[in-house]
Nanobody, 118 residues
């Protein structure tokens, strides 16, 4: 079964930064487009960023210029550098392979909470 282990969440103030990490197993990592998702209370899970096998990335409009996704093939891991955090970035963040909609994916990690508040 596919496994995703996320880490790096926490409570920060607006304008601060966090770096999220996600290690995967049981998938052929280099063949998948990998992605970060988030789910705020009362909201549906949304795609935040994705990174292809060649390292090129896409971002949802609200995080462009603030977030950066990357991947490390040696560690079967992806990362999300989150800068200039805003209260509206508060959510549980998950990593997974790319799917639209995210509800198509059946195996998820536990996710980690990111809270942005003054």
């Amino acid at each position: 079964q596919v496994q995703f282990v996320e880490s790096g969440g926490g409570l920060v103030q607006p304008g601060e930064s966090l770096r999220r990490s996600c290690q995967t197993s049981q998938i052929t990592f280099d063949t998948y487009v990998m992605a970060w998702y988030r789910q705020a209370p009362g909201e549906q899970r949304e795609l935040v960023a994705s990174v292809r096998s060649d390292g090129t990335a896409d971002y949802t409009e609200s995080v462009k210029g603030r977030f950066a996704i990357s991947r490390d093939y040696a560690k079967n891991s992806i990362y999300l550098q989150m800068n200039s955090l805003k209260p509206e970035d508060t959510a549980v963040y998950y990593c997974n392979t790319l799917a639209r909609p995210p509800s198509l994916l059946q195996s998820w990690g536990q996710g980690t909470q990111v809270s942005v508040s003054s």
